[in-house]
């Protein structure tokens, strides 16, 4: 099925430990992004790549740190885990930069301790 | 600073007609966008408006007034599947979507 693949779903995590987010995507998108939601907020950027080999800095990029070494992949990592970035992570990918008509992986939820 | 406000939650009934409202404060505009997303599920692509007026498409509708700051999105012949939160979103003039907090629409039978 053509979309966007995250793992892991699910994950808790002890604070201070590394963990990586992937995201992969078969629709041949060229942009792409990681979001963070949280109860009562938005959706906030983190970090987006337009093309494969670029990557940019998002709303609330600290903390966190993207790849974009192919089209496909885009994985979130956070070298060392704090209980704040605990939330729902959800990888979007978009056939063009500039437009808001985007199409989201079903999200990893994510709690630090 | 920016912002987009929606109501937190609404309670309509089913066959009914609902009307969630979006107001916008950004640094330009280059279109507004509606996404539904159910409980545990990713955001979905609902519709798209970059002028003034009304954009029909099946049972949702959704308006824009740039004027005002002001959009709107209609859900028709609400059905059980409906139950969901409605997101609204501006991309303003740096092209970087500003998403609000969502509304969660609530239908009884």
């Known amino acids: 099925i053509a979309g966007i693949t995250q793992a892991p779903t699910s994950q808790i995590l002890a604070a201070g430990r590394r963990m990586t987010l992937r995201c992969t995507q078969d629709?041949?998108?060229?942009?792409m992004y990681w979001y963070r939601q949280d109860l009562g907020l938005g959706l906030r950027l983190i970090h987006y790549?337009?093309?494969?080999?670029?990557?940019g800095k998002g709303e609330v990029p600290d903390g966190y740190s993207v790849s974009r070494a192919n089209t496909d992949d885009f994985p979130l990592t956070l070298a060392s885990a704090v209980p704040s970035q605990t939330s729902v992570y959800f990888c979007?990918?978009?056939?063009?930069?500039?437009?808001?008509?985007?199409?989201f992986g079903e999200g990893s939820r994510l709690t630090v301790l | 600073g920016q912002n987009i406000d929606q109501p937190t939650e609404m309670t309509a009934t089913e066959g009914a007609i609902v009307q969630i409202n979006c107001t916008y404060q950004?640094?330009?505009?280059?279109?507004l966008f509606w996404y539904q997303q159910h409980a545990g599920e990713a955001p979905t692509f609902l519709s798209y408006?970059?002028l003034d007026g009304l954009e029909e498409k099946g049972r949702f509708s959704s308006f824009l007034s740039r004027s005002k700051g002001y959009s709107y999105l209609l859900l028709k012949e609400l059905q059980m599947k409906d139950s969901a939160s409605y997101l609204c979103?501006?991309?303003?003039?740096?092209?970087?979507?500003?998403w609000g907090a969502g509304t969660k629409l609530i239908i009884k039978p």
């Open positions: 408006n970059v």
């Open positions: 629709m041949r998108h060229n942009a």
């Open positions: 979103a501006v991309m303003d003039s740096n092209y970087q979507l500003i």
């Open positions: 950004t640094s330009g505009f280059n279109g």
């Open positions: 979007a990918s978009s056939g063009t930069e500039n437009t808001g008509e985007l199409f």
């Open positions: 790549s337009n093309t494969a080999g670029t990557t």
